[in-house]
Every structure is written in structure tokens, then in C-alpha cells.
């Protein structure tokens, strides 16, 4: 059993659409995160969540928002997609604020 | 501006001899560390972590090595193993702030038969 998943696992979109990537986990974690690992291979927090409330929001432009449904949902949706936007998202959660971070296996964007 | 350092992109080791990856910080605010692991097309894999308090945590082949003063951590793999081939992230918090991870760039680890 996946522990954290995600999907898509490759997204391919054109500038200027929008898209959304959606990531679960059932380990019954209370805090999901969103991060993105750019060109450069830096792997940088975007959003963490606690119990479906933002708790990080890191310096990330409106066009993306987070939204969890639930504890076991965080997903991404991205408006007016940019080439900048292209990279692999990774989405984790925790049991607490402190704890090993349990990644998905990522979604890899790219924007033409 | 980095604050968890990797400056070596990649290490090439022989089967069987010690692999050492190393990482270096700049916020003395950071009290934990973790090692992760990453295959191609899979999502980093947590490894070990050192509280701030300690110097040392070993698990099985894996051996990592905190030092305050220096802000510097090492992780040493004894011994090496082709399956371990794979990047490297080194990671810190601050636990203070909820627990956010900084990551460095990752070191690629390539242990030869």
C-alpha cells in the first residue's frame, strides 16, 4: 500500500492553463506539506498544512492554492501555468509539527 | 541564500569501502537533522536523523555524525552497497517553526562493484 500518493505522475500543459495535482496519504498524519524541486534540484517547502489548515505559506505566487478536503487530502491547484512553473512536485506529510516527513513519489510539470 | 549546504555533487565509492556525505548549515536555530534518500522517479525516503542534543545516532550500516561547532553533519555509510546508489538530501529544522524541513541540493552517490 502507497503510503503517500499522488497524481498525476507527469503533467504535461501549455502556458496559461490551469491544472491541479492531487495528493493522499493514509498513514493518518496530521500535517501535509507541498514542496517543489526546481532545475536547480533545490527541494523548497511550499505550503504545510494541519489538520486542513494552512499553517506555512511560504513566498509562493497566488497563482497557486492549496486546498485540502480533508486530513488525508492536500491538493494543488495551479492557475495561468508559467514556463518558471515547471519542475517535480513533491507532497509529504507528518504525524506532528516535528517527525520524518513522508514523501509521495512526485508529479513532474512541465509547461510548454 | 543556502542555509544546508551540499557542496558535493557527487561521490563515487568502491562496494564494500565508506561512503561520506557530507552537509553544512548556517542557522545555529536548527536543533534536528534528517538524511534522505532519493531513487530516480521516486520521492525522497527518510534515512536517519540527529537530534541537536546528540552527536552521534548509528543505524545498522548507517552512521551519522553531528558537529555543533563546526555546523556540520556527515553521514557515513559502512559498508557500501550498489543498492545504495541514489542522491543524497541533507535536511534540517527548526522545530520551533512547525517543524519546516530546509533541504540541501543533494550529493549523487554511485558505489561501483
Known amino acids: 500500500d502507497t503510503a503517500v500518493s499522488q497524481t498525476p505522475k507527469y503533467l504535461v500543459t501549455q502556458m496559461g492553463n490551469d491544472k491541479s495535482i492531487k495528493c493522499e496519504q493514509n498513514?493518518?498524519?496530521?500535517?501535509m506539506y507541498w514542496y517543489k524541486q526546481d532545475s536547480k534540484k533545490f527541494l523548497k517547502i511550499m505550503f504545510s498544512y494541519n489538520n486542513k489548515e494552512l499553517i506555512i505559506n511560504e513566498t509562493v505566487p497566488n497563482r497557486f492554492s492549496p486546498k485540502s478536503p480533508d486530513k488525508a487530502h492536500l491538493n494543488l491547484h495551479i492557475n495561468s501555468l508559467e514556463l518558471g512553473d515547471s519542475a517535480v512536485y513533491f507532497c509529504a506529510s507528518v504525524a506532528g509539527p516535528v517527525g520524518t516527513q513522508y514523501f509521495g513519489p512526485g508529479t513532474r510539470l512541465l509547461v510548454l | 541564500d543556502q542555509q544546508v549546504k551540499q557542496n558535493s555533487p557527487s561521490l563515487s565509492v568502491q562496494e564494500g569501502r565508506i561512503s561520506i556525505l557530507n552537509c553544512d548549515y548556517t542557522n545555529s536555530m536548527f536543533d534536528y537533522f534528517l538524511w534522505y534518500k532519493k531513487y530516480p522517479a521516486e520521492g525522497p525516503t527518510f534515512l536517519i536523523s540527529?537530534?541537536?542534543?546528540?552527536d552521534k545516532n548509528e543505524d545498522g550500516r548507517f552512521t551519522v555524525f553531528l558537529n555543533k561547532s563546526a555546523k556540520h553533519l556527515s553521514l557515513h555509510i559502512v559498508p557500501s552497497q550498489p543498492g545504495d546508489s541514489a542522491v543524497y538530501f541533507c535536511?534540517?529544522?527548526?522545530?520551533?517553526?512547525?517543524?519546516?524541513?530546509?533541504f540541501g541540493k543533494g550529493t549523487k552517490l554511485s558505489v561501483k562493484p
Open positions: 498513514l493518518g498524519h496530521d500535517t
Open positions: 535536511a534540517a529544522s527548526d522545530r520551533g517553526s512547525q517543524g519546516n524541513l530546509i
Open positions: 540527529i537530534s541537536s542534543i546528540k
